[in-house]
């Protein structure tokens, strides 16, 4: 098609659409659900045809210079964005002139990205590209690309960690973290008149994992006596955090009595011990987070996180009849396959729950990992009611 055939379809669609409440009564629902598929279809193009067009004027001149002439030209031909919208367009015509970008504005062209999100693969690329090792850009920009055409802008931001800690410079993703570590801080009570004192934390990403482990699994409410538990979110996890300040502390020579919250994360032998590759954290509310590799090292010396290294030899975790107790493998085995006490309702951490042998060992069940399971102690009536 010429230019005047396409201007030209462009203004019958805008007549066809001018007065369509008046004949939207005589579609059947299939009808609307696609007719609304189309208009959206319409809206996407529409959007790349503006990129396009707004390109097209800054090479032949016709806007002022920089990225506020184009914003102004735009708006005057565009006065629809005006309630915003044309720093989108500026921002994807301006990308449109760097080879880099050629599959972002490839997708969005073919409507596969809208221009929403089109703006944050811009954003996210800029700010990935200085961190990325010789030649992963392209695959950086393809994986962006390909998340956008299906998820939402926060799936793209989501990224920029995975994608620097499998494509990035030697060494980058854990001198972000180192950089972010700095920054941790717990600020002195603040009074505010009332009785109450305020705190501000400060934390990064190790800190925030390590938090979240103890902390997560009891700030769910607690019915007691058959009443709800009416304690807003921040209050349980403040009442959590405390419990697990006084457990830490607990011993008068300085170790705790009690076994600490666990932090599980998977990395290959390989990764662990040539640095090369990042921990990912498992079995809590913070499952996915990533851990440099220098971080994933130094967690695996400190009291109260337990690695997971994963590889082909591991520890003998079957023991039958012979011996009656679970041994520590065993319970940490467990605990990072049950997740979690396992009696229903209970959300208490596994770290803080016992093997129970679930046929009893009295009546002849084996010490194994196929013959257990993690509820907490005396908390739960069945723990408390039934002998192993």
């Known amino acids: 098609?010429?230019?005047?055939?396409?201007?030209?379809?462009?203004?019958?669609?805008?007549?066809?659409?001018?007065?369509?409440?008046?004949?939207?009564?005589?579609?059947?629902?299939?009808?609307?659900?696609?007719?609304?598929?189309?208009?959206?279809?319409?809206?996407?193009?529409?959007d790349a045809a503006r990129v396009d067009v707004l390109r097209e004027a800054t090479d032949r001149g016709e806007t002022g210079a920089g990225r506020s002439g184009g914003s102004a030209w735009l708006l005057d031909h565009c006065p629809a964005l005006r309630?915003?919208?044309?720093?989108?367009?500026?921002?994807?015509?301006?990308?449109?002139?760097?080879?880099?970008?050629?599959?972002?504005?490839?997708?969005?062209?073919?409507?596969?990205v809208p221009l929403v999100t089109a703006v944050v693969v811009v954003e996210e690329f800029d700010r990935l590209a200085p961190r990325l090792a010789p030649g992963a850009h392209g695959p950086v920009m393809d994986g962006l690309v390909d998340v956008a055409s299906w998820g939402r802008p926060k799936d793209v931001r989501g990224l920029r960690e995975r994608l620097v800690a499998k494509h990035g410079a030697a060494g980058e993703l854990q001198a972000e973290h180192d950089r972010a570590g700095e920054r941790r801080s717990l600020s002195q009570p603040f009074a505010d008149g009332t009785g109450l004192f305020e705190y501000t934390m400060v934390v990064d990403t190790e800190a925030k994992t390590v938090i979240e482990a103890a902390v997560q699994g009891l700030s769910a409410p607690r019915p007691a006596q058959g009443e709800p538990d009416r304690r807003p979110s921040g209050q349980r996890r403040m009442d959590v955090l405390l419990e697990v300040v006084r457990r830490g502390v607990a011993s008068a020579d300085g170790v705790a009595t009690t076994d600490k919250a666990q932090l599980f994360v998977t990395v290959t032998l390989e990764g662990l011990t040539g640095?090369?590759?990042?921990?990912?954290?498992?079995?809590?509310?913070?499952?996915?987070?990533?851990?440099?590799?220098?971080?994933?090292?130094?967690?695996?010396?400190?009291?109260?996180?337990?690695?997971?290294?994963?590889?082909?030899?591991?520890?003998?975790?079957?023991?039958?009849?012979?011996?009656?107790?679970?041994?520590?493998?065993?319970?940490?085995?467990?605990?990072?396959?049950?997740?979690?006490?396992?009696?229903?309702?209970?959300?208490?951490?596994?770290?803080?729950?016992?093997?129970?042998?679930?046929?009893?060992?009295?009546?002849?069940?084996?010490?194994?990992?196929?013959?257990?399971?993690?509820?907490?102690?005396?908390?739960?009536?069945?723990?408390?009611?039934?002998?192993?």
């Open 1 to 46: 098609m010429t230019f005047e055939q396409r201007r030209t379809a462009v203004q019958d669609a805008c007549a066809a659409l001018t007065g369509i409440d008046a004949e939207l009564w005589s579609a059947d629902g299939a009808g609307l659900g696609e007719f609304a598929g189309l208009l959206d279809q319409l809206a996407v193009r529409a």
């Open 275 to 388: 640095r090369t590759r990042a921990a990912t954290v498992v079995g809590s509310g913070e499952a996915g987070t990533l851990l440099p590799p220098q971080t994933a090292r130094k967690i695996a010396c400190d009291a109260g996180i337990l690695p997971v290294v994963l590889s082909k030899a591991g520890q003998v975790l079957d023991l039958g009849r012979r011996f009656r107790l679970f041994t520590s493998a065993q319970a940490r085995a467990l605990w990072l396959r049950d997740r979690g006490c396992t009696f229903p309702d209970c959300s208490v951490p596994a770290t803080w729950c016992d093997a129970h042998h679930l046929w009893h060992w009295a009546d002849g069940g084996p010490t194994d990992l196929t013959n257990a399971a993690t509820p907490k102690p005396a908390l739960c009536e069945a723990a408390a009611t039934k002998p192993r």
């Open 83 to 112: 309630a915003g919208g044309s720093a989108r367009v500026v921002r994807v015509a301006e990308a449109a002139t760097d080879d880099r970008y050629a599959a972002l504005v490839a997708a969005v062209r073919e409507a596969r």
